[in-house]
Nanobody, 126 residues
Framework: QVQLVESGGGSVQPGGSLRLSCATPGYYVYNNNGMAWFRQAPGKEREFVAVVWPDGDVNYVESVKGRFTISIDKAKDTVYLEMNSLKQEDTAVYYC???????????????????WGQGTRVTVSS
């Protein structure tokens, strides 16, 4: 099991930006697994947001394309989610996740995840 430690959540106004971080102490983040972000809004199921694969390929849920960017700092073994032009509908708890696989043609689902972080809350409100 790999420990995933998120940080960077908070409250912002619509149109604002946040950067979430996911540290993976003791784990080489560019190992053989994809690294992803999911989110869960109140009363809703956990949903996929973004994934980065070991070959650098990325995938996003349609609703965040052009606004969110997932990246990895190999030197720091940290995964980031840069979120711009935030909307109220982005309000959720965001979870860092380590995928079971090194690549998938489809967007990862909850059942494809090996390890989860504890979550960090993002609130977008005026």
């Amino acid at each position: 099991q790999v420990q995933l430690v998120e940080s960077g959540g908070g409250s912002v106004q619509p149109g604002g930006s946040l950067r979430l971080s996911c540290a993976t102490p003791g784990y080489y983040v560019y190992n053989n697994n994809g690294m992803a972000w999911f989110r869960q809004a109140p009363g809703k199921e956990r949903e996929f947001v973004a994934v980065v694969w070991p070959d650098g390929d990325v995938n996003y849920v349609e609703s965040v394309k052009g606004r969110f960017t997932i990246s990895i700092d190999k030197a720091k073994d940290t995964v980031y989610l840069e979120m711009n032009s935030l909307k109220q509908e982005d309000t959720a708890v965001y979870y860092c996740a380590r995928n079971k696989y090194s690549w998938q043609s489809n967007a990862p689902m909850v059942g494809d995840i090996e390890d989860w972080g504890q979550g960090t809350r993002v609130t977008v409100s005026s």
